[in-house]
């Protein structure tokens, strides 16, 4: 498996790279990095084939787009595929941005919810402005599910049905983005998005993989028979995937537990039985189902994108995935394709 290898995009004619890099990192999620460190994973992530980019103007309350948009700028726009995201404006902060504890050092900006036609509108011009490019290929409504709003879901979600979605169609006739979708850790919003709007993606972060597959199997055979593709994004679970069970190992953004530690120990034995690293086994996994076109690498520091990178040029035995559906961790190896 190449990380240069590529798969159609859902109906849009783009073709994303089967690896491609989420710019979480670059807002300064949980560690402060310099433009310098920024620059050097950029690079890193372009010279292992990757030519797929996401980001949001969340992530680091701007900061991320323009570092990303900052490198991008000086490769031919031919030659890669750019994603963001819409559903929060930024409002300036004068006396310096509300610390949120994920982001960290973010620019003088707050975050609040516009899931509305002028709020998605002008979030697109925004992060054009912000990026310093003249389109974005894809825009994903960032975050729009129970988990986040919670009672003010129903309302939120209104505002997009009856106002973002209308934006977002409006952009893709007029050829400004090639497709839109949702950007969300929450399967369901996605499958009730499909009965109401004509996504060409969905980035779903964190509810595909070795640990976290529970209800999304609908989706992904749902999207397979649509013709939409899915971004598939936290294939590490926060970071267990490719740490293993070490004591200070985080799933779901916090410690893991014990019974998640137990369950991560045999997924990782079973990998070394077979001679697999877990994280290599982590990242193959998502792209075994032909309605994922890639999986997003979060990598912060040079040597955690290599090591992601040697992970899929890792060659993993049919065996393995026999064994870890058999032990329970793979709900079903039906439609999954292994090569």
Known sequence: ???????????????????????????NFGRVISNAAARDVLDAAWDAGIRYFDTAPFYGRGKSERRIGAYLEEKPRAD???????????????GG?????????????DPRWDYSYDGVMRSFELSLHRLGLDRID?????DIGVRLHGEDFPAQLKTLREGGIRALEELRRSGAIGGYGLGVTEAEVCLDCLD???????LLAASYTLLDQAGTRPLLDRCLARGVSLVIGGVFSSGILATGPVPDARYDYAPASGDVLERVRRLEAICARHGVPLSAAALQFPLAHPAVA????????????????????CAIPRALWDELCHEGFIDTLDDLDFG
């Open 1 to 27: 498996m190449k990380i240069s290898d590529t798969r159609p995009l859902g109906r849009t004619g783009l073709s994303p790279t089967i690896a491609s890099y989420g710019g979480g990192s670059l807002g």
């Open 80 to 94: 890669f595929i750019l994603s963001s995201k819409v559903g929060r404006l930024l409002d300036p902060a004068p």
């Open 97 to 109: 941005a509300e610390e949120d504890g994920i982001f960290l050092d973010p620019s003088p900006f």
């Open 138 to 142: 894809i825009l994903f409504v960032h």
């Open 196 to 202: 109401y709007a004509d996504p060409a993606a969905f």
């Open 294 to 313: 890639t999986v997003l690498l979060g990598a912060g520091m040079v040597r955690s994108l290599q090591q992601c990178a040697a992970g899929f040029a």
